[in-house]
């Protein structure tokens, strides 16, 4: 199990995610998205081995988490899950994703 951080964000504690698997850096603060084909290299890299036990944790620039999403979601046949950080419980909250609509075993 791991969940791939998008990207860095200063001053945020990402260790509650850790309760969902190893937690996995993606990209460094401040990596702006300007040009995707970069930045879509890098993310595939990162997520070649993604699977149902994985998480993707919703953090730093939108595009790069879009991104991200859409390749993890190439990678596992549609499925995708995302952690959700709630401001006022301070924990993160998963959000299994089945793109295509398919059935699954959940």
């Known amino acids: 199990m791991a969940v791939y951080i998008v990207q860095e964000v200063p001053n945020r ?3 509650p995610a850790a309760k969902y698997g190893e937690l996995k850096l993606m990209l460094p603060p401040g990596d702006v998205v ?3 084909a970069p930045t879509i290299s890098r993310l595939k ?3 070649k081995n993604y699977s149902d036990d994985d998480y993707i944790l919703t953090m730093g620039d939108p595009i790069a988490i879009a991104i991200a999403g859409a390749i993890a979601s190439d990678i596992n046949n549609g499925k995708v899950n995302f952690l959700k950080w709630d401001r006022q419980e ?3 909250y998963p ?3 089945n793109i295509f609509g398919r059935p699954t075993n959940d």
């Open 13 to 15: 504690n990402v260790l």
């Open 45 to 47: 890299k990162h997520l």
């Open 90 to 92: 301070k924990i993160y």
């Open 95 to 97: 959000v299994k994703c």
């Open 34 to 36: 300007l040009s995707a």
